[in-house]
């Protein structure tokens, strides 16, 4: 507790525009209060009267001019005229910190805390009350309070910066914000093994020891996390909240934890993430001091969104300041938060319609971890009421970020040779792991009837192949496309279709799709023939390490190695090949005995035809002379083939002359 000077001052004169007086002798030790008026316990009647909203002081004008600078220029300035009212409603602090200013003034004792002094400290800085008018006046004495007392203590600090919140800019322009966010952050970076100050985020009350003040000398006292730091800092306000990390970054602190103490602040400051109920749903399931009042003045070091909209509420510019403001505070590195909180940052920065280039960036973070990300964090609504249920431009510009980001690192020059074996697997393993979250996205958003056959595309081939060692994921998310939408062209489910490789597929996959009448034609063929050479092959290889041989050549060269790209069909094992070869042969069997069947009734029908359509016989005689004329030609055809052997036989035989008996 300080005490006020009461000590006479005499023999002060006008010199420059500032009253000098000697002090009135008004004997006090308190004010009274009477409704919303102040008066002073004395007899001496009141001749001035100071008005701060609709709270009335009745006081006397030369105990103010002993010790204000600025009560003796308005006295001064009026001189000529009986001056018994003024208004003082822009004063920092309002009534409360006049009412210990003019106490001060009165040399009524004054109880300097944390809660006050940075109120009263603007206030005498309003009033002008220097050294020049009394030596040890308020502002000295404030100063002293704030630096030796306030400084050295934790909790006290993170009170006077809360209390700061309404004292823009005059909190500003003393350096109060500046160096209590110092203090916070040189003693949030220190050793948590030599922290001995109380830290709690509930309400202080009580200020609390010293910097050097041992709360527990007692060795078994229990060791401090190093998060130990989050709740304290978590009840300022939001441009408060980023001087302090602006602060602790300069001391140099991990950014891991920067980047949980961010998560915590929002987590705090946001509860309930938004109900996306029509431009006013924004509501809280909880008040919390970040968020509380508005911001009236204070800094400013990120870009300006749609703060004209007519149409946001107050409470929306709030939390657009805040997602704002954590965003361009959050660390470059790419681990300093997780994938899940850089989601529900970016689908709450979409609904506020937060600054175009912060949300730009903050896509760009989410694609440095794109493969940490998980179903549900990816299901971004799209607030455009023509557009999809689901953002699917949104996913498909992370992906691409992720992909830059992947050639990036790749390409880096600067990358050690003995690292680049384990970066390439990593970065292979990462690429895999966001092929199956994109499929299960695309399987989700599929269902959506007005998702254009484009936008299902573009996303599903914007991963390279290399990236999908199983085109399930691919396929149930084409099945499930087809089923919600059934009126698409024979055209069109081609090229859908078009985007997964049939020699991707599992076992399980191709009989499926082999059933799949929502498939075209040709793309079943495909997975039928694509099935049966990974049968043929995993045949021939089989036999090949029977025999001992070593030189195999596989019946189809794929995309990728055959049997990497079926795992759950060929490297089970012999049994479930040979069975479905049997199940084949049997098929096959049953497809040539139907054929035969078949063949036999054709036959029948052909007799039966022959049969109906024969001409009728001919009359007696004519058939006669048909005889008769084919007999005739037949007779002609054998004379003439015999007649050159008959003529051979004539000159070689000699002629017998017969002996006539006459």
Known sequence: MWDSESDSVAGRDYDNGVISATKHGVQTDRFEQRGKSWFVATDVPSDFLVQIGDVCFHLHKYPLLSRSGKMNRIIYDSRGIDLSKIAMDDIPGGPEAFELAAKFCYGIAVDLTATNISGLRCAAEFLEMTEDLEEGNLIFKTEAFLSYVVLSSWRDSILVLKSCENLSPWAENLQIVRRCSESIAWKACANPKGIRWQYTGKPMKVSSPGWNEMKDSSPSRSPVPPDWWFEDVSILRIDHFVRVITAIKVKGMRYELIGAAITHYATKSLPGLIKESGASGLQEEGSSGAVSGHWKGGLHMIVAGNREDPTSTSQMRDQRMIIESLISII????????????????????????????????????????????????????????????????????????????????????????????????????????????????????????????????????????????????????????????????????????????????????????????????????VLFSEQVKISNAIASNSVKETGGSHYQPMVQNRKTLLEGTPQSFQEGWAAAKKDINTLKFELETVKTKYLELQHDMENLQRQFDKVTKPKQQSAWSSGWKKLSKITKLSTTENNVDSPSNAAQARKAPRRWRNSIS
């Open 331 to 526: 660390p470059p590195q790419k681990d300093s938060v997780s994938c899940s909180f850089l989601l529900q940052l970016l689908r709450m920065a979409n609904l506020m319609k937060v600054a175009p280039a912060l949300v730009t960036e903050l896509e760009k973070r989410v694609g440095m971890q794109f493969e940490q990300a998980n179903l549900a964090d990816l299901l971004i609504p799209c607030y455009n009421k023509a557009e999809t249920m689901y953002d699917v431009d949104l996913v498909r510009r992370l992906l691409e970020h992720f992909l830059i980001q992947e050639q990036m690192e790749t390409e880096n020059p600067n990358r050690q040779s003995v690292h680049e074996g384990v970066q390439r697997i990593n970065s292979s393993n990462a690429k895999m792991r966001v092929a199956r979250l994109v499929d299960s996205y695309l399987t989700e958003v599929s269902r959506d009837s007005n998702l254009s056959l484009t936008k299902f595309q573009v996303l599903a081939e914007a991963l390279p192949e290399s990236a999908r060692s199983c085109d399930d994921g691919l396929y149930r998310a084409i099945d499930s496309y087809l089923k919600a939408h059934p009126t698409l062209s024979e055209h069109e489910r081609k090229r859908l279709c078009r985007v997964m490789d049939c020699q991707k597929l599992s076992m399980d996959a191709c009989m499926h799709a082999a059933q799949n009448e929502r498939l075209p034609l040709r793309v079943v063929v495909q």
